[in-house]
């Protein structure tokens, strides 16, 4: 039987998603949508999928099996909340909520329920490369990852619609997520440091230098680079005892001609991480038919959310600012099968 859905927000994010889950994946039916732009919902609701004007109300729907929230990030810890509250598996895009008061509320709600309800899309973990890099850390060939570098540059970002603030507390969040996750460990401060300004970027507060003090002693450096121009580029290696470890290019396809020699950049995050959206979405729709949830759990969210907070208060004082995680709940501490 297929799972019935009801998917949250049809901007960009949402419009790919209900695309992916109407023409990729098996399995799984959008019979839902709900946008605060009723006519945005409408155009991109599926043949007979109901459009609703209140997001709660989609979520209380007896058609509705499980959610997929796509709406900005203010309005996902209310939306959570009326998921758990109707034992409904959810997934929800990134930022999971915008605050540390919202992330423990969220997260004491899913304890009361008693089981994980909530995914979180941090689609790297999915990401083929990302997973044959984190192999090779956990195989211990290379001995303990000492260094991590990290680096995220878009081409662009919506002129008015991304701010200063947004590098920090929107794009880190990635970064923090899959640092946490390939190696292991928490992150117990953050350093931010600005250079020179883009002249594209104008106001934007863009590039900036992250520095991520892990729990075990281990450094990572994360770039953002939002106006970098020539395309999506995302890297990562780490530096072990014994050697390193690197993400290929993507994608990994070398021209050579009269014009020399050439690979490809990816115009968007679409584009380079799709295999990693449809395979984060395969495991979620098992995980969710079952009445559950895989993957980045909001223990994981919360983590981001506070790694986020440390970096903006970083950015101001100049300072290590400490990131001081709440002990984590047996829920979230308890092994959860892998979904194939």
């Given at each position: ?31 839902a ?22 997001a ?50 969220v ?28 192999a ?15 680096t ?66 281990a ?19 780490v ?9 290929p ?26 295999e ?42 100049g ?22």
């Open positions: 039987m297929s799972l019935q859905v009801g998917v949250i927000g049809t901007g960009m994010i949402g419009q790919d998603h209900i695309r992916r889950l109407t023409r990729v994946l098996s399995g799984v039916s959008v019979v949508v709900s946008d605060i732009d009723r006519n945005r919902a409408a155009d991109a609701a599926p043949e007979g999928a109901e459009v609703f004007a209140e709660g109300d989609l979520i209380r729907s007896d058609k509705v099996q499980a959610v997929v929230i796509c709406s900005w990030g203010p309005a996902h810890e209310a939306q959570l909340l009326d998921c758990i509250a109707a034992g409904k598996p959810v997934f929800c895009e990134k930022p999971m909520v915008t605050s540390e008061a919202a992330a423990l509320k997260m004491e709600a899913e304890v009361a329920f008693g089981r994980r309800l909530v995914q979180v899309g941090f689609m790297r973990r999915f990401d083929a490369d990302y997973r044959r890099l984190k090779v850390i956990d195989g211990g060939t290379l001995g303990a990852p000492l260094m991590y570098h990290s995220h540059r878009n081409a662009s970002v919506p002129e008015g619609l991304y701010t200063s603030e947004m590098p920090l507390n929107d794009t880190l969040v990635h970064d923090a997520d899959v640092t946490r996750w390939l190696l292991d460990d928490e992150i117990a401060g953050v350093e931010v440091r600005v250079p020179r300004r883009s002249t594209r970027g104008k106001d934007l507060r863009d590039p900036v230098v992250v520095l991520l003090h892990m729990a075990s002693g450094l990572v450096d994360v770039e953002i680079s939002v106006n970098i121009a020539y395309g999506y580029d995302i890297r990562g290696e530096s072990c005892e014994m050697g390193v470890a690197a993400l290019n993507r994608p990994a396809t070398v021209i050579s001609d009269r014009h020399g020699i050439r690979q490809a950049i990816p115009e968007d995050w679409r584009e380079r991480f799709i990693a959206y449809d395979q984060e979405f395969r495991e979620w729709i098992v995980a969710a038919g079952q009445g559950t949830a895989t993957g980045p759990s909001t223990w994981d969210g919360y983590a981001a959310t506070l790694v986020a907070d440390a970096a903006l208060r970083a950015v101001e004082s300072q290590t600012e400490t990131v001081a995680m709440r002990d984590k709940p047996d829920l979230y501490a308890r092994p959860v099968a892998a979904v194939a």
